[in-house]
């Protein structure tokens, strides 16, 4: 089945110490995101990538990294996490234009 | 500054009966309107969606109604089911970079009992 991936499914990181989140797909999607989504709240757009155009949001800080190698992966990388960091990453593909993304699991970041 | 509102954190229904979601908004630019459902450890679930050009779309037990002028949307699910218990999203889209962005609220925690 055509599917959206997320490793881990859990990570637990230290203060200052840098994580990478990874995700991959199946689809063959062009557009790839990555949301934040903290207890309670809704999922927020950190930045996407069409093609291998990065388009960042405004508000979305310089911890906050993401590099896509290829159509298949793209990773989430926090340079020095801290402990507002720790959420629920969402990572979601759309094809082109098309409004709707399909997500992954998630991975639930915990930072120590 | 919520651009996009679900008022009810939660909602208890029964089996058979119907559930009506609400979601309000505020930004006129969004051009299309989704609802996602979410289970827990899950990621959200593409459900059902309306174009800003129209008023109606239905697939099966799932009807989401737009009012433009009121920026108001709802979500009525009929018959209800006990599978359908789950975190319900609403989400507004606009083009940002040649992708949409998804404007989310924050949830409604659906609960069908018996």
């Known amino acids: 089945d055509a599917m959206v991936i997320q490793n881990p499914r859990y990570q637990v990181t230290q203060f200052g110490k840098p994580v990478t989140l990874s995700c991959s797909q199946t689809l063959n999607h062009n557009v790839m995101y990555w949301y934040q989504q903290k207890s309670s709240q809704a999922p927020k757009l950190l930045f996407h990538?069409?093609?291998?155009?990065?388009?960042n949001e405004a508000d979305t800080p310089d911890n906050f990294q993401s590099r896509r190698p290829n159509t298949s992966f793209c990773f989430l990388d926090i340079r020095s996490p801290g402990l507002g960091d720790a959420a629920m990453y969402l990572c979601a593909t759309s094809m082109g234009v098309v409004e709707t993304q399909y997500f992954g699991p998630g991975t639930r970041l915990l930072v120590l | 500054d919520q651009q996009v509102k679900q008022n009810s954190p939660s909602l208890s229904v029964q089996e058979g009966r119907i559930s009506i979601l609400n979601c309000d908004y505020t930004n006129s630019m969004f051009d299309y309107f989704l609802w996602y459902k979410k289970y827990p450890a899950e990621g959200p679930t593409f459900l059902i969606s309306?174009?800003?050009?129209?008023d109606k779309n239905e697939d099966g037990r799932f009807t989401v109604f737009l009012n433009k002028s009121a920026k108001h949307l709802s979500l009525h699910i009929v018959p209800s089911q006990p599978g359908d218990s789950a975190v319900y999203f609403c989400?507004?889209?606009?083009?940002?970079?040649?992708?949409?962005?998804?404007?989310f609220g924050t949830g409604t925690q659906l609960k069908v009992e018996l």
């Open positions: 989400a507004a889209s606009e083009l940002t970079g040649g992708g949409n962005k998804l404007t």
């Open positions: 990538y069409y093609d291998k155009d990065f388009n």
């Open positions: 309306i174009s800003s050009i129209k």
